[in-house]
């Protein structure tokens, strides 16, 4: 069993290591590849980070899909998650399960702004969440709006966790 202390900024570390001063952070077992495809899968909401121009970080919760190990988001060109990514295309992406056992995966990556083709990708995100007429005549309903776009995320980087591993049985 590992004994664990938790700082105030909430990062834990193993007293053992205390002495050597090293700051060890512990990592729940990772799911694997084909837990972390059902979580992206499944997950209702992804959180997008992109850095503001302050250096502050602006996150999104937004409807998403994943496709060919690719994150597809469809947004408006005048939200501030598109201003801040033709300005720095490196984003996070955060999928997680809000029920017990918790699990997720975090993203890092870099977006891309895609105008190609963007109301049949939006109505593909979309089914996601509702019936394909519905998706359909809302990401019509949206173009006309404003503009839209797609954000593809090309990851370079997944950390994933699942607390139903924890060896603690502190989460379960």
């Given amino acids: 069993m590992r004994i664990l202390a938790t700082l105030k900024s909430g990062v ?5 290591y205390r ?27 992804a959180t997008l980070c ?4 302050d250096g502050t970080i602006h996150a999104a919760p937004v409807w998403f899909k994943y496709q060919d190990g690719n994150i597809m988001f469809g947004t408006q060109e005048d939200t501030r998650r598109v201003k801040n ?8 992406v955060v999928v997680d399960v809000e029920q017990p056992p918790f699990k997720g995966v975090v993203i890092y990556g870099k977006a891309r ?37 797609i954000i593809q995320v090309k990851p370079s980087k997944t950390v994933t966790y699942d607390y139903a591993k924890d060896e603690t049985g502190l989460f379960k």
Wanted: net charge positive.
């Fill in 113 to 149: 702004l895609d105008y190609d083709d963007v109301v049949a990708k939006r109505v593909s995100i979309f089914e996601k969440y509702m019936p394909t007429k519905n998706a359909q005549g809302l990401a019509e309903g949206l173009k006309k709006l404003r503009t839209p776009v």
């Fill in 19 to 45: 002495k050597e001063k090293k700051l060890m952070v512990f990592q729940e077992p990772p799911l694997t590849s084909q837990e972390t495809d059902a979580v992206l899968q499944k997950a209702p909401i």
């Fill in 50 to 53: 992109t850095h503001n121009e």
């Fill in 12 to 16: 834990s570390f193993c007293p053992k």
């Fill in 85 to 92: 990514i033709k300005q720095n295309q490196d984003v996070t």
